[in-house]
């Protein structure tokens, strides 16, 4: 079981972790020197480097996070391939979209303090806010329908990834009313940066404030991200490669400056900083310190809004929502002119992992994935803390039987020492419900769907010592045999 710290040091521990001055062995430092932990990060960092070599890739960073601590980062490649400057932990990137995670971060604190609602429509804050709707009877964009990528909106303001000519705030909001929605809101889920750019200007309008100075006040500051900028030229940053060429030659990119569109895609970080941005989705609790958000705030913004239409995917406010085999991820890539990146977190196992790179075709989602089924897979296991399970009581095989009510009738067995429910009248047996038991004869219905009492109490009725009837939420049925 993990160690409470309170959140007034957190900063300093991460520091001193990433940094490794402590002379005493850290949590994060045994965790990454378990066998399997050690094993893995071999075998990942054997194929990464095959990655380089076989892609001709410049540069990568990675790093993998448990809970509140940085448990391995490294850096693969060249930061700078002319320089010979070789990638490390603290080398910078343009972090391109990871920028709307903090965007949609700034919405919800300005939330918590009353200053704003999801539902509110953005004219109420932004009057000058007009555009060619797609169908004359549109309702108006909301706050939500811009951090869930359900407004409607264009993709883009204008030719900026091509010419790298940003507009300015001013100039988007003088576009504005020349853009066309290409659908109404809510009608599907349709990415675009111009709709965080809005929400930037949103956010600007309520506090008073630039998007990088309530950035820096709010979230950079509590959580000790002092290597994160917001569109600022820095001698620490990786320089930044076109994709390879067919004669394998890159081009290598300028600095960018996303101006009036910052809040879309111009943060700059790196893996420490980032990771302290990871650990803070894993704590619960109210608002305060390096606490950014309260617990409820995290789960809405964790929980799917808008499902793309082919319903692989959806959206959470700011974060991306993916089920792959079995589990959930929540997350955000991004991509500017020179570098990519991806952000890939667990929420239940609390591991998350990262990888940014100095290039615009080293797929990270690709290698993000790669990495969370290695190393992180293996960390979630090290740090896994095993749940209080009560032991067997061969007495609850008394509750065996069939139980009769209005709707039908409930088989309870006895499977491998644990009691389980089903339906015997189902034309397919599909996975039972366990019983789980939680005290004084009582149980707890686990059950993978929601239908039914999941999550509530189970319990028995006895008569001269034989049981009559099972309890379950607020129903009941009667034992027939």
Same mark, same amino acid.
């Given at each position: 079981?993990?160690?409470?710290?309170?959140?007034?040091?957190?900063?300093?521990?991460?520091?001193?972790?990433?940094? !490794?001055?402590?002379?005493?062995?850290?949590?994060?430092?045994?965790?990454? !020197?378990?066998?399997?932990?050690?094993?893995?990060?071999?075998?990942?960092?054997?194929?990464?480097?095959?990655?380089?070599?076989?892609?001709?890739?410049?540069?990568?960073?990675?790093?993998?996070?448990? %809970?509140?601590?940085?448990?391995?980062?490294?850096?693969? %490649?060249?930061?700078?391939?002319?320089?010979?400057?070789?990638?490390?932990?603290? +080398?910078?990137?343009?972090?391109?979209?990871?920028?709307?995670?903090?965007? &949609? +971060?700034?919405?919800?604190?300005?939330?918590?303090?009353?200053?704003? /609602?999801?539902?509110?429509?953005?004219?109420?804050?932004?009057?000058?806010?007009?555009?060619?709707?797609?169908?004359?009877?549109?309702?108006?964009?909301?706050?939500?329908?811009? @951090?869930?990528?359900?407004?409607?909106?264009?993709?883009?303001?204008?030719?900026?990834?091509?010419? #790298?000519?940003?507009?300015?705030?001013?100039?988007?909001?003088?576009?504005?009313?020349?853009?066309?929605?290409?659908?109404?809101?809510?009608?599907?889920?349709?990415?675009?940066?111009?709709?965080?750019?809005?929400?930037?200007?949103?956010?600007?309008?309520?506090? *008073?404030?630039?998007?990088?100075?309530? @950035?820096?006040?709010?979230?950079?500051?509590?959580?000790?991200? *002092?290597?994160?900028?917001?569109?600022?030229?820095?001698?620490?940053?990786?320089?930044?490669?076109?994709?390879?060429?067919?004669?394998?030659?890159?081009?290598?990119?300028? #600095?960018?400056?996303?101006?009036?569109?910052?809040?879309?895609?111009?943060?700059?970080?790196?893996?420490?900083?980032?990771?302290?941005?990871?650990?803070?989705?894993?704590?619960?609790?109210?608002?305060?310190?390096?606490?950014?958000?309260?617990?409820?705030?995290?789960?809405?913004?964790?929980?799917?809004?808008?499902?793309?239409?082919?319903?692989?995917?959806?959206?959470?406010?700011?974060?991306?929502?993916?089920?792959?085999?079995? +589990?959930?991820?929540?997350?955000?890539?991004?991509?500017?002119?020179?570098? +990519?990146?991806?952000?890939?977190?667990?929420?239940?196992?609390?591991?998350?992992?990262?990888?940014?790179?100095?290039?615009?075709?080293?797929?990270?989602?690709?290698?993000?994935?790669?990495?969370?089924?290695?190393?992180?897979?293996?960390? &979630?296991?090290?740090? !896994? $803390?095993?749940?209080?399970?009560?032991?067997?009581?061969?007495?609850?095989? /008394?509750?065996?039987?069939?139980?009769?009510?209005?709707?039908?009738?409930?088989? $309870?067995?006895?499977?491998?020492?644990?009691?389980?429910?089903?339906?015997?009248?189902?034309?397919?047996?599909?996975?039972?419900?366990?019983?789980?038991?939680?005290?004084?004869?009582?149980?707890?219905?686990?059950?993978?769907?929601?239908?039914?009492?999941?999550?509530?109490?189970? /319990?028995?009725?006895?008569?001269?010592?034989?049981?009559?009837?099972?309890?379950?939420?607020?129903?009941?049925?009667?034992?027939?045999?």
């Amino acid at each position: 079981m993990r160690v409470s710290i309170p959140s007034s040091v957190r900063s300093i521990l991460f520091t001193l972790l990433v940094s !490794a001055v402590s002379a005493a062995p850290t949590w994060a430092q045994s965790v990454a !020197a378990t066998p399997e932990v050690e094993a893995q990060i071999e075998l990942f960092s054997a194929w990464m480097e095959g990655q380089l070599e076989i892609r001709g890739l410049p540069g990568i960073a990675v790093g993998v996070v448990s %809970g509140d601590d940085l448990v391995w980062a490294h850096g693969f %490649g060249h930061a700078d391939v002319d320089a010979d400057r070789h990638m490390e932990s603290d +080398t910078r990137f343009r972090m391109a979209s990871h920028s709307k995670l903090f965007t &949609a +971060t700034a919405i919800m604190q300005l939330r918590e303090d009353g200053r704003i /609602r999801l539902d509110d429509p953005v004219t109420d804050y932004l009057p000058w806010f007009t555009y060619q709707t797609a169908s004359p009877d549109d309702p108006p964009v909301t706050i939500e329908q811009l @951090l869930t990528h359900s407004s409607g909106l264009p993709r883009e303001a204008g030719s900026h990834w091509t010419d #790298f000519d940003f507009p300015t705030t001013d100039e988007v909001r003088a576009l504005m009313q020349d853009r066309a929605a290409p659908f109404s809101p809510e009608v599907r889920w349709k990415y675009s940066n111009l709709a965080f750019t809005i929400a930037g200007m949103v956010i600007e309008e309520i506090s *008073g404030m630039s998007w990088a100075d309530y @950035l820096q006040q709010n979230i950079f500051d509590p959580l000790g991200m *002092g290597a994160s900028t917001v569109d600022q030229p820095d001698p620490m940053m990786a320089t930044g490669y076109g994709r390879r060429m067919p004669d394998g030659s890159r081009q290598v990119f300028p #600095f960018v400056d996303a101006r009036g569109m910052a809040a879309a895609t111009g943060l700059t970080s790196n893996v420490e900083d980032m990771a302290r941005f990871v650990s803070a989705q894993f704590r619960e609790g109210a608002r305060g310190g390096d606490q950014l958000l309260s617990t409820a705030s995290l789960r809405e913004m964790h929980r799917v809004r808008m499902l793309e239409t082919t319903w692989t995917r959806g959206q959470g406010i700011g974060f991306s929502v993916q089920r792959r085999d079995g +589990t959930l991820y929540v997350g955000h890539g991004g991509g500017y002119p020179g570098y +990519t990146t991806n952000t890939t977190i667990q929420l239940d196992s609390e591991v998350g992992v990262i990888v940014l790179t100095n290039t615009n075709d080293s797929n990270p989602a690709q290698i993000a994935q790669q990495l969370m089924e290695t190393v992180g897979h293996a960390v &979630a296991e090290a740090t !896994a $803390v095993q749940p209080d399970v009560a032991a067997w009581d061969p007495a609850w095989e /008394r509750f065996a039987g069939v139980y009769r009510s209005r709707g039908g009738e409930t088989r $309870v067995l006895v499977m491998n020492e644990r009691l389980v429910s089903m339906n015997p009248w189902s034309t397919s047996i599909g996975e039972p419900t366990y019983l789980e038991p939680i005290g004084d004869g009582t149980f707890r219905m686990i059950a993978p769907t929601g239908g039914g009492a999941v999550g509530e109490v189970v /319990r028995f009725v006895e008569e001269d010592g034989v049981v009559v009837r099972m309890v379950t939420g607020d129903s009941y049925s009667v034992r027939v045999r």
